[in-house]
Every structure is written in structure tokens, then in C-alpha cells.
């Protein structure tokens, strides 16, 4: 049983388009953050969003974690080619430093020129 | 700063034969995880270590065996190898003692395949 699930699988667009990408559980994760991981290389941390209902900005991207603490999305304004790369959500079920997550499978993007 | 090194880069292995994938931190991170990555299933937790001296179990352990000797190094054992374990193997490191749900950082990975 896959905890987080995440949606598109793949997403192929041009650039200058907007994308919203998902990640859905019928669990409540006491946080739950976004890596961003490029072809031969380990993930590397977005966001870590807390608070239900909190939306945090990073330049072009805006997360979003449900009201609930069961969900989260992605949103990307105007997508260039080095936003290109497979986007991973992980969920805490504990505030600590040292709880192991649970990563959905990600979703692959392909932005293109 | 070097954060996170793993190696090998990767390695063609034999079927029943043994391997250690070595991986070491210089942040002094109290918590260590081993994850491989399959297509289609994601990352998969294998072993993890909150402190030196001590391991857990993650999602996938079997056919795996960790140490955690010091805070530094986390080796990960393969006793005898199997088709089924070639992926790309991650290792990672957290923060203990921060409040907010441990960032981890990654190393680059280890591509294995096992024939």
C-alpha cells in the first residue's frame, strides 16, 4: 500500500506553462516536504511545509499542505527547462529530527524549450 | 563541504557474491537511512540509524545488514547478493536534534546491478 500517492506520474509541457502536481494521502503526516531530484544525482530539499492549511513560496513555486495534513500540492508559474526533474513528497508522521519518511514515487516533469 | 559521499559510483556484482556500499558524512548528523530506488516504486527505505551504535529496519530490509561503529560511517552489506537487488541505492543523513521533521540530505548514489 503506497502511503503517498502522487499525480501525474509524468508531465511533459513547453515552457512558460503553469503545472500543479499532487500528493494525496489518507494519512495525517505531522509534515510533509518536497525534494526535487535531477538524473544522477540524490534528492535535494525543496520545502518543509508544517502547519495545515500553510502555503510557502520559493521564487516560481508555491506549496501548499492541506488543511487536514493529508495532502499537498505543487505549483509551478511559468516553467522553464531547469525545472526538468522527477519531484518527490515526503511525509513525517512525527515532529522530530530523526523520524524516517515516507516518500511518494514522484512525479517526472519534463519542461521543454 | 562534502556533505555526503557514497561509494562506489556503481558496480556490476555476481549473484551470490558479497558487497558493502560505504557511505560517510561529515555534517555530524545523528541519523543515517539507506534507500533504494526502483522505477515505478520509488524510494524505499532499507535500514536506518538514529545514533551511532544503534540500527532500525525500514520498509525493505531483508538481504541487507548495516553498522553504525561511529557517527560518521554507515556501511551497508549485501551477504550474498540477488538479481532482485540491482537499483540505484541512496544514503542519507538528518539533523536529530532539530524540532521541524528531519530534512535529509543525500549523497549521490550507488548504481548496482546484480547479473
Known amino acids: 500500500t503506497q502511503l503517498l500517492e502522487q499525480s501525474p506520474q509524468f508531465l511533459s509541457i513547453q515552457e512558460g506553462e503553469n503545472l500543479t502536481v499532487y500528493c494525496n494521502s489518507s494519512?495525517?503526516?505531522?509534515?510533509l516536504q518536497w525534494y526535487r531530484q535531477e538524473p544522477g544525482e540524490g534528492p535535494v530539499l525543496l520545502v518543509t511545509v508544517v502547519t495545515g492549511g500553510e502555503v510557502k513560496k520559493l521564487k516560481r513555486l508555491t506549496f501548499q499542505f492541506g488543511d487536514a495534513r493529508k495532502d499537498s500540492s505543487l505549483h509551478i508559474t511559468a516553467a522553464q527547462p531547469g525545472d526538468t526533474g522527477l519531484y518527490l513528497c515526503a511525509g513525517a508522521f512525527e515532529n522530530s529530527g530523526n523520524t524516517p519518511l515516507v516518500f511518494g514515487k514522484g512525479t517526472r516533469l519534463s519542461v521543454i524549450a | 563541504t562534502a556533505g555526503i559521499t557514497q561509494a562506489p559510483t556503481s558496480q556490476i556484482l555476481a549473484a551470490g557474491r558479497s558487497m558493502t556500499l560505504r557511505c560517510t558524512q561529515d555534517?555530524?548528523?545523528?541519523?543515517m537511512y539507506w534507500y533504494r530506488q526502483d522505477l515505478g516504486l520509488g524510494l524505499r527505505l532499507i535500514h536506518y540509524s538514529n545514533t551511532a551504535g544503534t540500527t532500525g529496519k525500514g520498509e525493505v530490509p531483508d538481504g541487507y545488514s548495516v553498522s553504525r561503529a561511529n557517527t560518521d560511517d554507515f556501511p551497508l552489506t549485501l551477504a550474498s547478493a540477488v538479481p532482485s537487488q540491482t537499483s540505484v541505492y541512496f544514503c542519507?543523513?538528518?539533523?536529530?536534534?532539530?524540532?521541524?521533521?528531519?530534512?535529509?540530505?543525500f549523497g549521490p548514489g550507488t548504481r548496482l546491478t546484480v547479473l
Open positions: 494519512s495525517v503526516f505531522s509534515s
Open positions: 542519507a543523513s538528518s539533523d536529530a536534534g532539530r524540532e521541524v521533521a528531519n530534512e535529509q540530505f
Open positions: 555534517m555530524r548528523h545523528n541519523a
